[in-house]
Each structure stands twice: as C-alpha cells, then as structure tokens.
C-alpha cells in the first residue's frame, strides 16, 4: 500500500491539517486511519451532456473508496465540448483543454498529497487529458469513462436502414442535407428529436469512443468500460452497470496498491502498440495521432508519428461502426465490446498478450474467455480479421511532399481512392468561416480540393476541427468527389477524402500557404505523398515570396496567446 504520511518541516504542520480537514467537512480523527489519499480528478460540468454525469460518478467513486478506506479528493478541471465549439471563434479552446485538463490534474493531485488516482474522462479531450496526469505522476490509478450516448431511429431513408444506430453525425448530415434541399424540414425535426435520447459521449467511433478505446486497449482501464451506453433512455438514471464499473475500478485500484504496479508499468512501448492497433481495427479518429503522442510523451515512451503509421498500416478495419458503417458504439458492446475486437486482433498476432493491465492480470489473460467474433450469434459489427471491412492500408495514413514537408495525416476511413489516387483543382480557404460560405453557395463542386489554411495548432491557434465544412460536402453528396486539405484537424465525425494535420502549418511559414486557386493537388495514398503540381522553379519562387502570414489576434495572457507561444507541430502530438 503507498505511505499515506504527509511530510511536513514545520511543528505546526499536523495540526494545521486537522484544522483543515474539520473545517472541509471530513473528521480528522477518521482521516487520520485512511489508508490512501485518492485523487478522483473528474472534468465536470452541467454545460453539455458528454460530462454531466461525471461528477455524479465522481461521487459514487468517493463512498467506494471511503468503504475501502480511502478517502477520495475531488479535483476539477475544465470539460471543453467539441459539439458546442465547432464551428465557433472559440472553437481552439478544445484541444487547448486536453494539456490544461492535464494541468489541473497534477496540480491537485500534489497540491492534496494523493498516493493514488482515478480519472473520469468523457468528451474527447478528457479522453486523452485522463490519461496524460496517470502517466506523468505515475500514482497508482486507472481511467473511467461516464459512457457513450444511446443511438436513436427514424423512419425514413437514407436513415431508416441503420436502424436503432442513430448518431449526432446523422444529425449534423442530416442538416447539410436540408440546407441542400434534400430532405424537409420535418424530417429534419425528427433526427433532431431521434439522434441523441439522452446523456453521454457521441456514439460511434468518433474522438470520445476513440479515446475510450484507447483507455481499455492500452490498459488503463477494465475491460467492457470503454462502449457502455450512459443511459437507459433519456431522462433515466445512471446506468447500473456504470455504477457497478465505477464500485469495480475501486477495486481495481486497490489490487493495483497492493500488488504494486504503476501506470507506467502498463502503459509501455507494447501497450501503446496494441491501443493504436485496435484503435485502428475500429476506424479510429486521426485526433489519436495527436493525443497518442502526447500520451506517450508522458509516459516516457519513444513514440514519432511514422511509429503510429508503420503501427496502424498492418491493421485490417473490422468494426462496423459509424462514421464508416451504419453502427453505433452500443451495438459493439451488445456483441461483446472491445474485448472481441482485441480478441481477434490477438489470435491474428496483430497484439502483445503478455502486457499488464489494470486488472492486474495481462492482455493475454483478460481475454482467455473472450469470443472470437465469428463464435458470436450471426451479427455484422465485428467482422474477422481474415474477411474484414477493408485490408490494411486504408484507414488513416501520415503522407509527405511538398505541401507538407514534415507530415500531413490522410483519413480514408476504409475507402479506396478511384484510380488509386485523387487529383483535383484548389479553391483556396484563410478561415473556415471563408470555406463554409463557398461551400453553401454552392462555390465548390465535384474535383476540388478545398484548401483551409492557417487553422493550425498556432495560426487559429488551438487547431480547430474543420468537421462543419465535412458534414456539409457529406450532406451535398460531395463526399467522394470533393477532397478537403488543411493544417486544422478533424472530428471523429468526419470522413470523406481528408488530409489535415499538415506540417509546418501556415502560420509557421509552411507551403500550404503558397497554394492558388486553381493549383493541382495530388493525393497519392500508395507513394505516401501530398504535393502540389507546380515546377520546383515556380515552388521555390513562391516561397521566397511568401508574406508572414497574418496571425488572429488574441489577448496577450489568455489562454490562446501561452498556447501559441508553447505548442509544437501536430508531427509531434502538440505537446506543450
Ligand atoms: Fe462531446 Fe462528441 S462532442 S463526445
């Protein structure tokens, strides 16, 4: 068990906590017989339906560890959501959360003398933030997730045929698809009714899920946690099986305590290999890149972004989740969840078994009872790795070339390009604002390729999601024929022919910033490489004359201007 003294250097130093801990509330002669001092650092907020619940769950966390003999501190942290930035001048905030989350988190961790920790995450950036604090303070913990929303259903196609699988993405296509004509206006109203019944993380294998899956697969959190739904229905109560997990992951982390292992003793080279993996497997969001390199940076594991690609290009697609299937998340966990997906991985040689995790058993053990998914009653959302959803290679790739000299991340999402390759004519974008406008008055049509610069970690700054510009080329029917580029990123949610993350960013001076209207742009998924198809003479000659690029104003102190001045390039996770 980890020594609960705290030391102090003055005489005074005992007593002034006893005066603390009775003026808090808790008695001090209770506290004084606790057995460990357990952080429950919980993003929580009433302001959207990904992290509402997380401070009901962070209570039932602290009467768990208070019946084990702990005593549970609550640290907060800022819960930023996607869905009520995107689209929004404030929309850089989201990413900006993930470190500053971290940041609360180890504060209060120290600042309260915690030997233990257990995070609840939520929305995506509280995903990747759960895990940062675990592996940087490396006190004995695990993640747990408040669960993903419960899909919905209409009546009508293209939506009928999915079925009870409805998702917020559903929603946002849907409304595209209005502003197009191709639906009415009432049943419009009926997916905003329908999509989303109730509380929890966006249902399908966007960033939230993504980062849930990650959490389970790399080991950090018990096994089935990461594709509960939240809720029954709208309007109920926490789930039962939620609370049985939270009373569970208290558990866990007692046997961690005494058996002695560390975050850093499960999230090792071998088990970031196996969360990228499956992470993979399920058609992951490309924001993993970012956050499995701030992740590894914590934990002290050597990881660049050509690791992830060379990880994730031997990985088959076997889930079939939306956004590149018809399934919501809670359809994966009727089947069985995560466990069958790393099951089948395992079996395949595609995963390490022999990695510990937080049941204190490994990888290999955890799943000895797991069925493969072609031992499952007949179903569709699990396919086998021998007949998958798509072969290897056609998920999301890192490129090179001369508009993105570091790296630049390709989202394909299973499909194939026509003839291998997509060349099409630029229409040049400053802000996503310019593009969204084109975009709607009908500026931009089949073989384009829409250029959004000066969205990147710096020049936005905070690197905003170009998901609205996704959803309306989806909801247009510009998916496949229309291909988006840009330094900014995407939400899980998005998909189409989609190259974001590109490096160096306009802000920094990168050649994104030279392209003009009309320029060909080539996408070459097989030769790994985005280019533009100008003379080398023509290049070089555009980049000596290339202006500084105007940078958007933002106060000097806030959050944004320290964020611009610290974060590095997407090729390296935004880390601060
Ligand atoms: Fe919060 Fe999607 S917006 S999980």
Redesign the pocket.
């Known amino acids: 068990m980890p020594d609960k003294s705290v030391s102090y250097w003055t005489n005074t130093g005992q007593g002034l906590r006893a005066v603390e801990l009775r003026a808090a509330g808790f008695k001090p002669s209770e506290a004084a017989a606790i057995n460990a001092v357990v952080t429950v650092a919980a993003a929580h907020t009433n302001a ?1 339906r ?1 992290n509402n619940r997380v401070r009901r769950i962070a209570d039932f966390l602290v009467d768990a560890l208070a019946l084990k003999g702990g005593q549970g501190l609550l640290v907060g942290a800022p819960a930023v ?3 009520l930035t995107q689209g929004t001048e404030n929309a850089g905030y989201s990413l900006v959360s993930r470190d500053l989350m971290a940041d609360c988190m180890e504060t209060g961790h120290y600042a309260h003398h915690g030997n233990a920790m257990i995070v609840i995450s939520g ?2 950036k509280t995903g990747a933030a759960a895990l940062m604090p675990l592996a940087r303070t490396n006190a004995f913990g695990l993640v747990v997730y408040p669960r993903t929303s419960a899909p919905g259903r209409v009546d009508f196609e293209p939506w009928a045929s999915k079925g009870n699988n409805l998702t917020l993405m559903d929603y946002m296509e849907g409304s595209a698809a209005r502003e197009a004509g191709r639906i009415s206006d009432d049943q419009l109203t009926r997916l905003q009714r329908c999509v989303m019944p109730g509380s929890g ?2 249902g399908a294998m ?1 960033t ?1 899920n993504t980062m849930s899956t990650v959490a389970e697969a790399i080991g950090m959190m018990l096994p089935r946690g990461a594709s509960h739904p939240a809720d029954y229905d709208a309007g109920s109560d926490i789930h039962d099986d939620v609370k049985k997990q939270a009373y569970a992951s208290v558990e866990a982390l007692y046997r961690l305590m005494e058996i002695g292992l560390r975050p850093r003793d499960i999230m090792v080279r071998k088990a970031f290999e196996n969360a990228v993996t499956t992470a993979y497997a399920m058609g992951g969001s490309t924001n993993l890149y970012l956050h499995v390199l701030a992740i590894a940076r914590e934990a002290g594991v050597m990881m660049t972004i050509e690791d992830l690609h060379c990880i994730g290009e031997r990985v088959p697609l076997i889930a079939n989740l939306q956004p590149h299937g018809p399934y919501a998340m809670v359809s994966l966990h009727k089947v069985g969840g995560v466990p069958v997906v790393m099951k089948a991985l395992l079996n395949a040689g595609l995963l390490h078994g022999d990695v510990m995790t937080v049941t204190g058993k490994t990888l290999a053990e955890n799943l000895a009872e797991v069925a493969l998914p072609e031992e499952l009653p007949e179903q569709d959302v699990i396919f086998q790795v021998t007949q998958p959803l798509a072969a290897p290679g056609n998920h999301i790739s890192v490129l090179s070339g001369s508009l993105a000299p570091e790296s630049c991340v390709l989202k394909l999402s299973g499909k194939t390009l026509e003839d291998g390759e997509f060349h099409g004519k630029a229409k040049v974008f400053n802000s996503e604002k310019a593009a969204m406008t084109a975009i709607r008055e009908g500026g931009v049509v089949a073989g384009d390729v829409v250029v959004v610069r000066n969205v990147g970690p710096v020049g936005a700054p905070g690197m905003p999601e170009m998901v609205h510009l996704t959803i309306q080329l989806q909801g247009r029917g510009l998916g496949k024929e229309v291909a988006l580029i840009t330094d900014g990123r995407f939400s899980g949610v998005s998909h189409g022919i989609l190259v974001g993350h590109i490096c160096p960013e306009g802000a920094k001076g990168g050649p994104i910033s030279i392209v003009q209207d009309g320029d060909t742009i080539v996408i070459d998924p097989k030769k790994r490489r985005l280019d533009i198809d100008i003379t080398p003479k023509e290049m070089a000659g555009r980049m000596a004359r290339l202006d500084p690029p105007e940078l958007l104003d933002v106060p000097e102190g806030s959050v944004l201007s320290k964020y611009r001045r610290l974060v590095s390039s997407a090729h390296y996770g935004c880390v601060l």
């Open positions: 959207h990904c959501s996607d869905a929305c995506d993380t966006c966007f939230a």
